[in-house]
């Protein structure tokens, strides 16, 4: 938590908001690859692609 402490400091004292969308598709691209590799879910998550 304190990496995401440090990350929104960042953003806000430097104003970098447009790294905002970036961040938050990196971290569902992230979630969607850790769901994929799960073996319940895996079939549902490759019917997206």
Same mark, same amino acid.
Do not use: C, H, Q, R
């Given at each position: 938590?304190?990496?995401?402490?440090?990350?929104? *400091?960042?953003?806000?004292?430097?104003?970098?908001?447009?790294? /905002?969308?970036?961040?938050? &598709?990196?971290? $569902? *691209?992230?979630?969607?690859?850790?769901a994929?590799?799960?073996? /319940?879910?895996?079939?549902? &998550?490759?019917? $997206?692609?």
């Amino acid at each position: 938590m304190e990496d995401l402490k440090e990350l929104w *400091l960042f953003l806000k004292d430097n104003k970098k908001w447009w790294l /905002t969308p970036l961040i938050i &598709v990196l971290i $569902l *691209l992230a979630m969607l690859v850790f769901a994929g590799s799960s073996s /319940t879910v895996a079939p549902f &998550v490759y019917t $997206l692609f």
